[in-house]
C-alpha cells in the first residue's frame, strides 16, 4: 500500500524516513559534563590563581598592527627574540610617526620595547623577502615569519586600502577573529591574541602554556585539538572572565605547572587537579 504525504504525517515518523539524530556538539557536551561532575571548576581556578598572580588589569599595549606583527614574531619563538626582531624592523623600516613604547602587562614573556617609532608596514610589506628575513632572523623561523607577515600586510592593505586594523574593535568577537582567520597565515590563536590585547576583546588564547596547564587541571578534554580548545574556553567562561583567564594561566604555567618537574607542592589549585589526583572533583 502507498500512503499519501497526509498519511504518512498521520501515521508518524515510522512510516515516512526515519529521523536522523543530531550530532551532540561536543564542545556544549563538555561544557555539561563539568558542570555535572566537577561543578564551579572554572570559576574556582581562577580564584585561586587570582589570589596567588592578583587580577590582570586590561590595558591597550599600543597600535593593533604592530600588536599583529610581534604576535607573528612570537610563533615558535621566546617573547624575548620576538623583541629583538620587532626592535630590528623599526630600524630598518622606520615609520614617520611619534615614537611609542611597548609596555607588556603580565603574561608577556619579554621585557618590553623601549620607545620607538613604528615601522612602516608599506616598506615591511614591499621589501625583498631575503632582505627581510635578515632583520627579523634574531626572532628565529626567519623565512616563514617573514613570508607570513608580508602576506598579512598585502592582505589587510588589499582588502581595507591601508595596513590599519581599528575597524576590528567595532566588530562582534567572533566575526573579527573570522576577518583575521581568513588571512593566511593567521590562525586563531594570533587573531585571539590580537584582538584581546589590542582591544579587550571578550577572546581566550590558547597557547602552549594555557594549554598544558588547563589540561592537566581537566578543563580541558584530554584529546581536544588546540582550534577546540579556544571554543571550549569561550564555552566555559564569561567574557570578562577572558583576560584574566589567560594571563594568570600563563602566569601559573611560566612560575610553576613548568612542562617538566610541575611544583605540585606549592601549586594553589592542587587539591582540583586531575594530573595529581585522577578523582580530583
Ligand atoms: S597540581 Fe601540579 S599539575 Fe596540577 S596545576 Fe598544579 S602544578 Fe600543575
Given at each position: 500500500m502507498i500512503l499519501s504525504t497526509t498519511a504518512k504525517r498521520a501515521a508518524g515518523p515510522k512510516a515516512g524516513k526515519p529521523k536522523r539524530r543530531r550530532k551532540p556538539d561536543p564542545i556544549l557536551a563538555w561544557k555539561r559534563r563539568l558542570e555535572r561532575t566537577r561543578p564551579g571548576l572554572a570559576a574556582y581556578v581562577l580564584e585561586q590563581l587570582r589570589g596567588r598572580y592578583g587580577e590582570p588589569v586590561w590595558e591597550p599595549r599600543w597600535d593593533p598592527t604592530s600588536e599583529l606583527i610581534l604576535t607573528i614574531l612570537t610563533q615558535n619563538s621566546a617573547d624575548t627574540n620576538a623583541e629583538k626582531a620587532f626592535q630590528e624592523l623599526r630600524r630598518a623600516y622606520p615609520g614617520d610617526g611619534p615614537p611609542v613604547a611597548h609596555r607588556p602587562g603580565p603574561g608577556w614573556g619579554g621585557v618590553g620595547l623601549p620607545d620607538g617609532v613604528t615601522p612602516d608596514w608599506l616598506r615591511v610589506e614591499v621589501a625583498p623577502l631575503d632582505e627581510l628575513v635578515e632583520v627579523i632572523r634574531?626572532?628565529?623561523?626567519?623565512n616563514a615569519k617573514a613570508k607570513g607577515i608580508q602576506a598579512a600586510l598585502r592582505t589587510i592593505r588589499e582588502r581595507?586600502?591601508?595596513?590599519?586594523?581599528?575597524?576590528?574593535?567595532?566588530?562582534p568577537a567572533l566575526e573579527a577573529r573570522a576577518w583575521l582567520t581568513?588571512?593566511?597565515?593567521?590562525?586563531v590563536k594570533t587573531a585571539s591574541v590580537l584582538l584581546l590585547f589590542a582591544f579587550g576583546t571578550p577572546l581566550m588564547p590558547v597557547d602552549r602554556h594555557v594549554e598544558r596547564v588547563s589540561r592537566r587541571i581537566g578543563l580541558?578534554?584530554?584529546?581536544?585539538?588546540a582550534d577546540q580548545a579556544h571554543e571550549v574556553f569561550l564555552a566555559l567562561l564569561e567574557p570578562d572572565q577572558m583576560h584574566e583567564a589567560h594571563v594568570n594561566l600563563i602566569q601559573h604555567g611560566r612560575r610553576i605547572?613548568?612542562?617538566?618537574?610541575?611544583?605540585?607542592?606549592?601549586?594553589?589549585v592542587r587539591e582540583r587537579c586531575r594530573f595529581v589526583d585522577p578523582k580530583a572533583p
Open positions: 634574531p626572532g628565529g623561523l626567519p581595507r586600502g591601508d595596513h590599519r586594523l581599528d575597524f576590528l574593535a567595532e566588530m581568513s588571512i593566511p597565515g593567521i590562525g580541558l578534554p584530554a584529546k581536544a585539538t605547572c613548568h612542562a617538566r618537574n610541575p611544583q605540585h607542592d606549592i601549586c594553589p
